[in-house]
């Protein structure tokens, strides 16, 4: 059973900075694509970024780009989020996503498996 559980939200001010992160259970973390989406209330969740199983490829969503900053430690089963310059349009809930080996993975891509969340909330 993958499990994956992220921490590192909270409460921060304009241009201010946090970094998320994501632990997961499994071995199976080293061979998997890894994903961060965000949500708020009423809309759908949105993608952040995704990380290849390698690290060797990553995408992001234009409106953190430059700002946001995915990376992975496969050794720990660890994925990070640092979130700098974060502006009240980051305020969200963020979740990471595990795409297992063969399912698609990439920009917008559905994970298999999500985390709970953690809260992000920017004031201005």
């Known amino acids: 059973q993958v499990r994956l559980v992220e921490s590192g939200g909270g409460l921060v001010s304009t241009g201010g900075s946090l970094r998320l992160s994501c632990a997961a259970s499994?071995?199976?973390?080293?061979?998997?694509?890894m994903s961060w989406f965000r949500q708020t209330p009423g809309r759908e969740r949105e993608f952040v970024s995704a990380?290849?199983?390698?690290?060797?490829?990553?995408y992001y969503a234009e409106s953190v780009k430059g700002r946001f900053t995915t990376s992975r430690d496969n050794a720990k089963n660890m994925m990070y989020l640092p979130m700098n310059d974060l502006k009240p349009g980051d305020t969200a809930v963020y979740y990471c996503?595990?795409?297992?080996?063969?399912?698609?993975?990439?920009?917008?891509?559905?994970?298999?498996?999500w985390g709970q969340g953690t809260q992000v909330t920017v004031s201005s």
């Open positions: 990380i290849s199983w390698s690290s060797g490829t990553i």
């Open positions: 996503g595990q795409h297992p080996p063969g399912t698609p993975w990439g920009v917008k891509a559905q994970p298999t498996y």
């Open positions: 499994e071995r199976t973390f080293s061979n998997s694509a």
